[in-house]
């Protein structure tokens, strides 16, 4: 049973910083491509950033230049940076996995079958 357990939310003022953490444990093989997602009140949730195990990654365009991910595949953590916080940052991320044997590396949320409960990310302006 894959496992994903985020940390590093917070509450930070725009324009600072934070790093997210997902550890991730269970894998039977070879590790899938691993993303972000977020979802802000009363909206839908997206794909923020991803990356596969060859380290290509994604990222969307309201993020790009500003977040980046990241894996420590000894210690099977995923990270996301993400710096130049705005308010419209404010959301509940999530860390999520690809099923085994899926080749898919994007911000597709209906590709991802393991998730993570989330972390509360406010930034205030």
């Known amino acids: 049973q894959v496992q994903l357990v985020e940390s590093g939310g917070g509450s930070v003022q725009a324009g600072g910083s934070l790093e997210l953490s997902c550890r991730a444990s269970?894998?039977?093989?070879?590790?899938?491509?691993m993303g972000w997602f977020r979802q802000a009140p009363e909206k839908a949730r997206e794909g923020v950033a991803a990356?596969?195990?060859?380290?290509?990654?994604f990222y969307a365009r309201s993020v790009r230049g500003r977040f980046t991910i990241s894996q420590d595949n000894a210690k099977n953590i995923l990270y996301l940076r993400m710096n130049s916080l705005k308010p419209e940052d404010t959301a509940m991320y999530y860390c999520?996995?690809?099923?085994?044997?899926?080749?898919?590396?994007?911000?597709?949320?209906?590709?991802?079958?393991?998730w993570g409960q989330g972390t509360q990310v406010t930034v205030s302006a």
């Open positions: 999520a996995a690809v099923g085994d044997g899926n080749s898919y590396c994007g911000g597709d949320q209906q590709q991802y079958n393991n």
């Open positions: 269970g894998y039977i093989y070879s590790r899938p491509c």
């Open positions: 990356v596969a195990s060859d380290g290509t990654t």
